[in-house]
Antibody, heavy 127, light 108 residues
Framework: QVQLVQSGAEVQKPGASMKISCKASGYTFTTYYIHWVRQAPGQGLEWMGV????????SYAQKFQGRVTMTRDTSTSTVYMELSSLGSEDTAVYYCAREGIPMVRGVRSGLDAFDIWGQGTMVTVSS | EIVLTQSPGTLSLSPGERATLSCRASQSVSSTYLAWYQQKPGQAPRLLIFGASSRATGISDRFSGSGSGTDFTLTISRLEPEDFAVFYCQQYLSSPRTFGQGTKVEIK
């Protein structure tokens, strides 16, 4: 079945970097955009950015510009999200999510909601 | 950035009752680019509604969405015990893809 499986929970120290993964299966990896969304404890959902798994292009929320890097490995159908200079405010569950409309010949064909979500990765930043 | 404001913050209802949740956008997102998600404790969000009124695959017809422009509504016709959760609206017209702050539907 179509699914996104994320890497396990992490504990990081302030100032460190983290890199979490999101492995896609059950569909053609390069056909759908992947987004990252985070949720601090007891808080709402915050969009971080998006990657095109076909060409690797990215777009990040301004809040994370300069601190976030999204990459992909087409050989393993995996997307990665790296966040640097971690602070306690980065303690959150991080989700990857698939945008529901497929690209056509590598080009975005429209805009859509997030139809498939990973299970989430809890990242705790603590000294 | 499009700001989405959801109301009420919390809705206390009994099973079998009707729930009406509101989402207001700071600028128009037409009727095409508004989604609703349900999130239960410890779980990832689940897509309920896209395009303001289209149910996602496998979603019960107890859930319905309506609205256009800047005002949207999610209605749960008859609450079942499994429906109690937090609900978020999201716009996907423009970047950043923003979410509302959520409405918690709790058992009264």
């Amino acid at each position: 079945q179509v699914q996104l499986v994320q890497s396990g929970a992490e504990v990081q120290k302030p100032g460190a970097s983290m890199k979490i993964s999101c492995k896609a299966s059950g569909y053609t990896f390069t056909t759908y955009y992947i987004h990252w969304v985070r949720q601090a404890p007891g808080q709402g959902l915050e969009w971080m950015g998006v990657i095109n798994p076909s060409g690797g292009s990215t777009s990040y929320a301004q809040k994370f510009q300069g601190r976030v890097t999204m990459t992909r490995d087409t050989s393993t159908s995996t997307v990665y999200m790296e966040l640097s200079s971690l602070g306690s405010e980065d303690t959150a569950v991080y989700y990857c999510a698939r945008e529901g409309i497929p690209m056509v010949r590598g080009v975005r064909s429209g805009l859509d909601a997030f139809d498939i979500w990973g299970q989430g990765t809890m990242v705790t930043v603590s000294s | 950035e499009i700001v989405l404001t959801q109301s009420p913050g919390t809705l206390s209802l009994s099973p079998g009752e009707r729930a009406t949740l509101s989402c207001r956008a700071s600028q128009s997102v037409s009727s095409t680019y508004l989604a609703w998600y349900q999130q239960k404790p410890g779980q990832a969000p689940r897509l309920l509604i896209f395009g303001a009124s289209s149910r996602a695959t496998g979603i019960s017809d107890r859930f319905s969405g309506s609205g256009s422009g800047t005002d949207f509504t999610l209605t749960i016709s008859r609450l079942e015990p499994e429906d109690f959760a937090v609900f978020y609206c999201q716009q996907y017209l423009s970047s950043p893809r923003t979410f509302g702050q959520g409405t918690k539907v709790e058992i009264k």
